[in-house]
């Protein structure tokens, strides 16, 4: 498995640079999230229905289509420039929803985009939850219990059976998110996933019961940088980030208002490399956070340790615009990782640092003010 990854994360470097002077074309592999994409050109998690192993699925023929503009033929429409205050947070709310995996299907930027959203026992219909995205990394898919799948690799799951929100592990085109400057399919042919964002959110809030202020997004790599994008783009309605080995890649970034932002590093990262650099172009991971603190108007004279464990510090900047927060969780010597996740990436893995628990921890914190 590792040696595919270096593989592939080596025509991913040839790809990116491509990509970033303008040449087109898919690109089959991204910077170390490992597996391989569908030749055929499609998402190899896009096949949609019941799977019993996993639990109760909703009906995955009701669509509804989605353009740039927000659901055609549809209940509920969504502004040009995505969702707002105009939607109804709690349509939702007093549909019953079985516990375990929905399937569902959606037509998004002139595409066909899957997405899966789990329910935990704890699940109350009558009362409005919290909402956590989660987007896998290049090459990944968002269910399963294989290492391609960053259900599997977030281990998120067990958090929400324990807390009660409800989990969304979206599909991306040909396993990859179009985040600004990185990845893959996506990227390359200018893939609308922001679209894709706004039809699921007017999906989700049309089935469960949601709170608006409670809206989040977390990300491993290519998901992580595209969970930086909605807070640049989406601020209106993302209450918060968990961008992990994923700092910020895309610029100009010009979020509505100061969003707060938990990051998740290792140093020792040989795929997306703590201090820049790397073939996806991103930030560093230490000016990735400065801009954050800048863009939140943060006013600390120095970032605080707020946790501490082995290989893993966690240090915060909280005097910042409207209750934002700027947290920072390294892990020394860590590699493309979920720490405290599964280990079947590249470079080393710690379990020093409870990722899921750390990202509710500090979700909970940070509702939309």
Same mark, same amino acid.
């Given at each position: 498995?590792?040696?595919?990854?270096?593989?592939?994360?080596?025509?991913?470097?040839?790809?990116?640079?491509?990509?970033?002077?303008?040449?087109? +074309?898919?690109?089959?592999? @991204?910077?170390? $999230? #490992? %597996?391989? &994409? *569908? =030749?055929?050109?499609?998402?190899?998690? /896009?096949?949609?229905?019941?799977?019993?192993?996993?639990?109760?699925?909703?009906?995955?023929?009701?669509? +509804?289509?989605?353009?740039? @503009?927000?659901? $055609? #033929? %549809?209940? &509920? *429409? =969504?502004?040009?420039?995505?969702?707002? /205050?105009?939607?109804?947070?709690?349509?939702?709310?007093?549909?019953?929803?079985?516990?375990?995996?929905?399937?569902?299907?959606?037509?998004?930027?002139?595409?066909?985009?899957?997405?899966?959203?789990?329910?935990?026992?704890?699940?109350?219909?009558?009362?409005?939850?919290?909402?956590?995205?989660?987007?896998?990394?290049?090459?990944?898919?968002?269910?399963?219990?294989?290492?391609?799948?960053?259900?599997?690799?977030?281990?998120?799951?067990?958090?929400?059976?324990?807390?009660?929100?409800?989990?969304?592990?979206?599909?991306?085109?040909?396993?990859?998110?179009?985040?600004?400057?990185?990845?893959?399919?996506?990227?390359?042919?200018?893939?609308?996933?922001?679209?894709?964002?706004?039809?699921?959110?007017?999906?989700?809030?049309?089935?469960?019961?949601?709170?608006?202020?409670?809206?989040?997004?977390?990300?491993?790599?290519?998901?992580?940088?595209?969970?930086?994008?909605?807070?640049?783009?989406?601020?209106?309605?993302?209450?918060?980030?968990?961008?992990?080995?994923?700092?910020?890649?895309?610029?100009?970034?010009?979020?509505?208002?100061?969003?707060?932002?938990?990051?998740?590093?290792?140093?020792?990262?040989?795929?997306?490399?703590?201090?820049?650099?790397?073939?996806?172009?991103?930030?560093?991971?230490?000016?990735?956070?400065?801009?954050?603190?800048?863009?939140?108007?943060?006013?600390?004279?120095?970032?605080?340790?707020?946790?501490?464990?082995?290989?893993?510090?966690?240090?915060?900047?909280?005097?910042?615009?409207?209750?934002?927060?700027?947290?920072?969780?390294?892990?020394?010597?860590?590699?493309?990782?979920?720490?405290?996740?599964?280990?079947?990436?590249?470079?080393?893995?710690?379990?020093?640092?409870?990722?899921?628990?750390?990202?509710?921890?500090?979700?909970?914190?940070?509702?939309?003010?």
């Amino acid at each position: 498995m590792r040696r595919t990854l270096a593989v592939l994360l080596c025509a991913e470097i040839a790809a990116a640079l491509v990509a970033a002077c303008g040449g087109g +074309g898919s690109t089959a592999a @991204g910077p170390g $999230d #490992g %597996g391989a &994409t *569908d =030749a055929a050109g499609t998402n190899d998690a /896009a096949t949609v229905g019941d799977d019993a192993s996993r639990g109760p699925a909703n009906d995955a023929a009701s669509t +509804g289509d989605v353009g740039s @503009g927000g659901l $055609d #033929g %549809g209940t &509920t *429409d =969504a502004p040009a420039d995505g969702p707002t /205050a105009a939607l109804d947070a709690g349509s939702g709310c007093g549909t019953t929803a079985t516990t375990g995996m929905h399937d569902e299907t959606i037509t998004a930027g002139g595409m066909a985009r899957t997405f899966h959203v789990y329910v935990p026992a704890k699940y109350d219909a009558s009362t409005p939850d919290t909402l956590v995205f989660v987007f896998h990394g290049l090459t990944e898919t968002g269910i399963g219990t294989t290492p391609l799948a960053i259900e599997y690799l977030s281990q998120m799951d067990p958090v929400s059976d324990a807390q009660g929100f409800l989990l969304v592990y979206p599909d991306g085109y040909m396993n990859s998110w179009n985040a600004g400057r990185c990845c893959g399919a996506a990227l390359s042919s200018n893939v609308d996933d922001m679209a894709f964002f706004d039809a699921m959110l007017v999906r989700i809030e049309s089935e469960y019961c949601i709170d608006a202020k409670r809206v989040f997004a977390a990300g491993l790599s290519n998901g992580g940088f595209f969970a930086n994008r909605l807070a640049c783009e989406r601020a209106n309605v993302v209450a918060a980030i968990g961008p992990v080995a994923g700092p910020l890649d895309i610029s100009p970034c010009t979020p509505s208002r100061p969003v707060p932002m938990l990051e998740v590093h290792g140093t020792a990262d040989p795929v997306v490399f703590y201090d820049g650099g790397s073939s996806s172009l991103a930030d560093s991971v230490p000016d990735a956070v400065a801009a954050w603190e800048q863009m939140d108007t943060c006013t600390d004279p120095a970032p605080v340790t707020v946790y501490t464990n082995g290989a893993a510090t966690c240090t915060a900047e909280t005097s910042c615009a409207q209750g934002a927060a700027v947290e920072l969780c390294v892990i020394d010597g860590g590699g493309h990782q979920w720490p405290g996740g599964k280990d079947d990436y590249l470079g080393n893995f710690s379990s020093d640092l409870d990722t899921p628990t750390t990202l509710m921890t500090f979700f909970a914190a940070h509702p939309m003010p």
